[in-house]
């Protein structure tokens, strides 16, 4: 069993880098073409739902922009480049972390890896973006990096939830048991 769910982790975790290269070697008209695609689905939705006037909306983007910009105010379309690297590097420290646990049996190696892999995919995707036009960013990685240790901490939440939950489950059957 574990070793059937360590392989159908391995492959997720192939192809989702996979992906996350796939997007990184896109030149850059194609990735303003992408980004601009998603920014105007956005966009349409909130017209539909009207979420960017609300305090929480305004309160997030202001805060992802200090995070990630400082001072400087980008435009949304940014924002949602930004969010996209977040995310997919968030995806990829979660398969990371199940994949090196299965593997490992070992929280602290699920960490590592979960943090370490991701971060060397930023720095590789960057790097290989300079040979399509696109200039590489330490700003990009650190947002990488970011994506990759809240997946990590999302991991290690729902890790110890599942392990309180089994710690609970069998106090009740040794008390059932007595």
Same mark, same amino acid.
């Given at each position: ?24 070697t896109?030149?850059?008209?194609? *990735? ?19 979420? *960017? ?8 983007r ?12 980008? #435009? ?41 892999? #991701? ?5 590789m ?26 997946g ?27």
């Amino acid at each position: 069993m574990n070793r059937r769910w360590t392989f159908v982790l391995m492959t997720i975790l192939i192809l989702w880098t996979g992906v996350v290269l796939y997007f990184g070697t896109r030149n850059a008209v194609v *990735s303003s073409k992408q980004t601009r695609w998603a920014y105007n689905v956005l966009k349409k939705i909130d017209q539909m739902l009207d979420l *960017s006037g609300t305090k929480l909306f305004i309160k997030i983007r202001d805060g992802l922009n200090r995070l990630w910009f400082g001072n400087r105010k980008m #435009p949304t379309v940014e924002l949602v480049r930004k969010s996209a690297h977040f995310g997919l590097y968030m995806v990829l420290s979660i398969v990371s972390f199940w994949f090196a646990l299965v593997y490992s049996r070992k929280v602290l190696m699920a960490v590592l890896v979960s943090i370490s892999l #991701p971060a060397l995919v930023a720095s590789m995707d960057e790097y290989l973006q300079q040979f399509r036009g696109r200039g590489a960013s330490l700003n990009d990685v650190m947002i990488d990096v970011s994506g990759a240790v809240t997946g990590t901490v999302f991991c290690l939440v729902v890790f110890a939830l599942i392990r309180l939950i089994q710690f609970f489950l069998s106090k009740r059957a040794q008390r059932k048991e007595v």
